[in-house]
């Protein structure tokens, strides 16, 4: 069982980071495709916090402490961001490169219309 204080706080932790998801949505200053794995970890910390023997138990059958366990997700978490933002560079990216060679050959194109 997770201490009261550590649950207390892990859950007003994670309500608060909820609220701040959907706030931040609103005032769209955050896309919503952005805020799925924002509110994915909120909801799994509110989840783990209240449920910490699930976190026991499959730390004990991974041979692991909870702490590891915890750990685990929570790098888990940080690499999928990680794989999230270097598809959306990538994409963004691409989108440059098309974007600069048709100024190009939009610029070429009324150079020639000209007769410059």
Avoid: D
Avoid at 23 to 44: F, I, N, P
Avoid at 73 to 100: E, P
């Amino acid at each position: 069982m997770m201490p009261l204080a550590q649950q207390i706080l892990a859950n007003v932790l994670s309500v608060v980071l909820l609220i701040l998801v959907f706030e931040l949505v609103r005032r769209r200053k955050l896309r919503e495709e952005y805020s799925v794995l924002w509110l994915l970890l909120g909801v799994t910390v509110l989840l783990l916090s209240n449920f910490f023997s699930a976190a026991q138990v499959l730390g004990e059958a991974l041979n692991a402490s909870t702490t590891a366990v915890v750990f685990f997700f929570g790098m888990l978490f940080l690499l999928l961001i990680a794989l999230h933002y270097s598809v959306k560079i990538s994409r963004l990216t691409q989108q440059v490169k098309n974007l600069a060679q048709e100024v190009t050959l939009l610029r070429g194109h009324e150079r020639r219309s000209r007769g410059g």
